[in-house]
Nanobody, 124 residues
Framework: QVQLVESGGGLVQAGGSLRLSCAAS????????MGWFRQAPGKEREFVAS????????YYTESVKGRFTISRDNTKNTVYLQMDSLKPEDTAVYYC?????????????????WGQGTQVTVSS
């Protein structure tokens, strides 16, 4: 079992920045690929970014490329999502997830464990 707890969400104006953190406990953190997903009201959960076990490779959905950065610190059992140049359309509940697959995919079904989510609201 892996327990995930997100933090860092909040209200920010368009163009601003937030840094989300996801702290993991339980099994060896470095053994999991990590992902961030988000879900806006009335919409399905969507992939945002993912990172391999070592952190050597990262992947992003097109709409956040160049604005968001995913990273991890395996010594702190934490994955981060740095979000810059935020837009109102980034407003959503953001979830981190852990998956045991070697390659971190963009589908939610590839992830085994999920956090409770943190709200990000971007005002125009």
């Amino acid at each position: 079992q892996v327990q995930l707890v997100e933090s860092g969400g909040g209200l920010v104006q368009a163009g601003g920045s937030l840094r989300l953190s996801c702290a993991a406990s339980g099994r060896t953190f470095s053994g999991y690929a990590m992902g961030w997903f988000r879900q806006a009201p009335g919409k399905e959960r969507e992939f945002v970014a993912s990172i391999t076990r070592s952190g050597a490779n990262t992947y992003y959905t097109e709409s956040v490329k160049g604005r968001f950065t995913i990273s991890r610190d395996n010594t702190k059992n934490t994955v981060y999502l740095q979000m810059d140049s935020l837009k109102p359309e980034d407003t959503a509940v953001y979830y981190c997830a852990a998956g045991s697959n070697t390659a971190p995919g963009s589908s939610a079904v590839e992830y085994n464990y999920w956090g409770q989510g943190t709200q990000v609201t971007v005002s125009s």
